[in-house]
């Protein structure tokens, strides 16, 4: 199993990417807990330790493929518009409270035609800078919930597009349908790939329990690869992006097309947020961890 991970990888190589969505910068301060306050309903936290910032959103999903592809291009907002702000317990990294900053968000109207490259990633974090986005067919499509758009950044929004591939997860998945459903059955599954997704591939991450892949015809199921995990943001974007390489693959074989993306996501939950990126090497010892 090895040798075919390290074969997609060199297969990757042939590979030109383009990025296009918003950069979040991503902020983490560590406090230890002190108590309530005395004079109002409140928890008390005291600072300890510096701020250690990241580089988020899709130029997270950049970092992570540049040491994989060919070229890579990245379309993104230049300043930073986008921050996001975690207080973080000093011991278990639980996050205690996060502040997010909006600066004035002006974005420039994009024209992308998608078959200057091999692969289109969008990455709509719902902020935006993707609503003034002229593009033609043939991309891939992560189009995330958080608390800022929760219920209106849909991916029917781009219903029009006939994209390559889509990646959802849970609540996404559900808020698309309508109803909160766990995606566990092959009904619930091609229900979902046949409602407003227009795509030729669909992925469906479902937390603990792994993975799903649909082409509107057979159904894959990957499992998690179990790891010591400090910290899960950034694993959904992390699949995304190996996923949207893997669909790019006309020659894949379709029970592997989760194995790379799903082990990206493991290693990606072994350091804080986005701190590091996934590389070829990282990924390769990574999967010589488990037993195939």
């Known amino acids: 199993m090895i040798n075919k991970i390290k074969d997609y990888i060199q297969k990757f190589e ?14 983490f301060i560590t406090v230890n807990y002190e108590g309530q306050s005395m004079k109002s309903i409140c928890p008390v936290y005291k600072l ?35 921050v996001k702000t975690r207080y973080i317990d000093k011991d278990d990294k639980k996050k205690h409270v996060e502040i997010n900053k909006f600066e004035t968000l002006n974005f420039k109207p994009i024209s992308v035609i998608t078959s200057d490259y091999d692969v289109v990633i969008v990455a709509d974090f719902g902020h935006g800078f993707c609503d003034k ?5 043939g991309f891939h499509l992560m189009c995330q919930t958080n608390s800022n758009n929760f219920g209106f950044n849909r991916i029917s929004k ?5 994209k390559k591939s889509v990646c959802l997860d849970l609540r996404e998945a559900s808020l698309q349908m309508n109803k909160k459903i766990k995606f566990q059955s092959q009904e619930e599954i091609l229900e979902l790939y046949n409602y407003e997704m227009n795509t030729e591939h669909l992925f ?12 509107g015809n057979e159904i894959i199921r990957q499992k998690t690869f179990k790891c010591d995990v400090v910290d899960t943001i950034g694993a959904g974007d992390t699949f995304y992006a190996f996923a949207c390489l893997m669909g790019a693959l006309n020659d894949s074989d379709k029970k592997d097309i989760m194995l790379i993306p799903a082990l990206a996501a493991s290693l990606s939950t072994t350091w804080l947020c986005n701190e590091k990126s996934v590389t070829p090497q990282t990924l390769i010892e990574h999967a010589n961890k488990f037993v195939f």
């Open 133 to 137: 986005l002229t593009i033609t067919d």
């Open 48 to 82: 300890d330790g510096d701020k250690n910032v990241q580089q988020g959103g899709t130029l997270a999903i950049a970092n992570h493929l540049n040491g994989f592809v060919k070229k890579l291009d990245l379309i993104t907002n230049e300043n930073n518009e986008i």
């Open 204 to 215: 469906l991450t479902i937390g603990r329990v792994g993975s799903a892949y649909t082409n």
């Open 14 to 27: 042939e590979l030109s990417v383009l990025v296009i969505g918003e950069t979040i910068i991503d902020e």
């Open 158 to 162: 781009w219903k029009k597009h006939l």
